[in-house]
């Protein structure tokens, strides 16, 4: 009963955030990091372009896609969970839940979100850019792009994917192709819009939050 309420209060609380891009990444990483930079401009290209910024809701690089978004008038949600060592809402957030359990959270970063933005990261991050992956593998949902921003911090894990994974016929090529890789925030987000206008047939342009959505 705990988990099916967890899941409805997420439901009910997600229901109206409109098309979102969930970011990924790690939270170790400090606002004077260019991947945190880099993870800024991201979130508020994305706001621009009409999008609302879903990720995990804590600090390091989530923090920095939550910040570019806000700083330009966009919607920043995040879904934090509770940890050991608790882990605190980053302070540009217009709307946060705090999960108890990972699926639950997981559902939500995936539902609502139209693309997957995988700033660098660890553990965390390579189980959500994997599961993501496997579920557009096995048409669990819809081929939403999965894009890894940093070429030189995920070459060796592309390089594993496409030497060893398909190599050995463990993926199919084409599995390989749906991790896309960039160093350009532009770029990453014209390649977003673009797929969500054509495919998924959003005809939305960039929006500002309003000011119920702030409870203004």
């Not at 229901?15 to 991947?35: E, I, L, M, N, Q």
């Not at 090529?173 to 673009?194: H, M, W």
Request: net charge positive; proline share 6%.
């Amino acid at each position: 009963m705990r988990i099916f309420f967890e899941f409805m209060r997420g439901f009910r609380a997600l229901h109206f955030v409109g098309p979102c891009v969930t970011v990924f990444g790690s939270a170790r990483f400090k606002a004077d990091h260019p991947y945190y930079a880099l993870g800024r401009e991201v979130g508020a290209r994305l706001a621009r372009q009409g999008f609302s910024v879903m990720t995990g809701g804590g600090p390091g690089l989530m923090e920095a896609a939550n910040r570019g978004a806000r700083e330009v008038g966009g919607r920043s949600i995040g879904c934090n969970i509770e940890l050991p060592r608790e882990q605190q809402p980053n302070p540009y957030l217009d709307r946060f839940l705090t999960f108890r359990h990972f699926y639950v959270r997981k559902v939500m970063l995936v539902k609502y979100s139209y693309a997957f933005v995988a700033l660098p990261g660890g553990f965390g991050t390579l189980d959500e850019i994997f599961e993501i992956a496997t579920l557009v593998q096995t048409g669990k949902v819809s081929e939403f792009p999965i894009v890894l921003m940093g070429h030189e911090y995920w070459r060796p894990l592309l390089e594993f994917v496409r030497n060893r994974l398909v190599v050995e016929g463990t993926i199919d090529p084409g599995d390989a192709q749906r991790l896309q890789v960039t160093d350009s925030a532009e770029e990453a987000v014209d390649l977003i819009a673009g797929v969500a206008m054509r495919r998924f047939g959003l005809t939305y342009g960039p929006r500002v939050r309003p000011r119920w959505y702030l409870g203004e």
